[in-house]
T-cell receptor, first 113, second 109 residues
Framework: NAGVMQNPRHLVRRRGQEARLRCSPM?????VYWYRQLPEEGLKFMVY????????ESGMPKERFSAEFPKEGPSILRIQQVVRGDSAAYFC???????????FGSGTRLTVV | KNEVEQSPQNLTAQEGEFITINCSYS?????LHWLQQHPGGGIVSLFM???GKKKHGRLIATINIQEKHSSLHITASHPRDSAVYIC???????????FGTGTSLTVIP
């Protein structure tokens, strides 16, 4: 699924460090969504962004997590002071229009040691 | 109760068998998606449905809007079809998908 690029594919962080996950949407897509997949669990919505705006962050943990989608460059999901429970696969999806034509990235697998 | 329920949770089939995975949802939707996730891999969007039926190769997806039910069928299954299949609903309101917990399919040669 080369359309939505996520990097890195794998990220290892020690407890207390910061993790930065990047998502470059498909060309022409201005809507970005982040999802988290905890081990042995399904995908859960985290945040929905359009360029320079957070539209819905109802799925984001209240502390340590933040997301942005600047005018130029990829969307960034930032996790400060990571803990072991943050270990998960984080997926990004993009769409041209809200609620239509999603494309998923391959995900970033975060491991906190 | 989850907004999207999938069954079965796990499925093992012999190569060549016809496979059906079911999805029921409780919210009003603008579209229903079927996704495929290989072990350790990314997510591939297989189908997006708002009505009727779609076919792509050996995969067929159907949806019954009145009954709030969708099925994914795989004909002549092959070991390379082994993956987790996820049903996801785009609700009429709100910005997020609702995901089923996935069906883990193993096709044995």
């Amino acid at each position: 699924n080369a359309g939505v690029m996520q990097n890195p594919r794998h990220l290892v962080r020690r407890r207390g460090q910061e993790a930065r996950l990047r998502c470059s949407p498909m060309k022409g897509h201005s809507h970005v969504y982040w999802y988290r997949q905890l081990p042995e669990e399904g995908l859960k919505f985290m945040v929905y962004l359009q360029k320079e705006n957070i539209i819905d962050e109802s799925g984001m943990p209240k502390e340590r997590f933040s997301a942005e989608f600047p005018k130029e460059g990829p969307s960034i999901l930032r996790i400060q002071q990571v803990v072991r429970g943050d270990s998960a696969a984080y997926f990004c999806a993009s769409s041209r229009d809200q609620g239509y034509g999603y494309t998923f990235g391959s995900g970033t697998r975060l491991t906190v040691v | 109760k989850n907004e999207v329920e999938q069954s079965p949770q796990n499925l093992t089939a012999q190569e060549g068998e016809f496979i059906t995975i079911n999805c029921s949802y409780s919210v009003g939707i603008s579209a229903l998606h079927w996704l495929q996730q290989h072990p350790g891999g990314g997510i591939v969007s297989l189908f997006m449905l708002s009505s009727g039926k779609k076919k792509h190769g050996r995969l067929i997806a159907t949806i019954n809007i009145q009954e709030k039910h969708s099925s994914l069928h795989i004909t002549a299954s092959h070991p390379r079809d082994s993956a987790v299949y996820i049903c996801a609903a785009s609700p009429n309101t709100g910005n997020q998908f609702y995901f089923g917990t996935g069906t883990s399919l193993t096709v044995i040669p």
